[in-house]
């Protein structure tokens, strides 16, 4: 939530450093993940950095797909 009321406030770079600790620090599988991995997506999208967000979705995709069919 704190990561998402950053985002918020155009706060970027403090959010995507909380994102990336909460990514690189929590269990994989776990929603605070999921949603941080989304919350980076959004800001590089919404940075312009096109590319860079659709590639976290796309991570963020087969990861889900993996999670399924195993």
Known sequence: AHAY???QAAV?????GLVSRIISEGEQDSDDVHMARLIRASICI???RIEEGEEELKMLSSLENSKYYS
Request: aromatic share 0%; with cysteine; net charge negative.
């Open 5 to 7: 009321a950053l985002m």
């Open 46 to 48: 919404c940075q312009g």
């Open 12 to 16: 970027d770079d403090e959010a995507l």
